[in-house]
């Protein structure tokens, strides 16, 4: 995702502890860290963009013959991608060795950081949901009158 052209990664989990994307289940699902390898692979994805490296974007995955596996996902296409093992006509193609040691291009993003957290906390109780529902209506009566 991007917030004023600041990329981050969001990931929300499902509160029921009994849940297969937090455990290890051999019948259901044998890659629960799926989701934060993905978005992780995002922000090397990106990097990778911005120093003029041209690899296969991270969800086309079927493009090179990968598939969505039922217990372990795209384990097969992460590895390859990470490892520079993906099988073309012209050679192996993935993400360079070099990108694992590289700090994003634009460190310009990270001169004024700021807690992310602070601008999406969630409200906490029946008044603060309030106030988010008039922030909200507010800011959208303002973007129609602009």
Known sequence: MDYYGIGYSNIRLPNDSRSYIYKYDSRINTFPEEVFLHEFLHSLERNAGEYGYQIPALHD???YGYENEILEGQK???????NKEIKTETGNIGLPE???KLKPAKSSDFN???EIQDVFKEPENLIE???EIFDNLGRKIQLVYN
Do not use: C, G, P, R
């Open 98 to 100: 070099i990108i694992y």
């Open 112 to 114: 004024y950081s700021y």
């Open 61 to 63: 995955y079927e493009k």
């Open 129 to 131: 949901e309030i106030l």
């Open 76 to 82: 097969k296409w992460y590895t390859d991608y990470m």
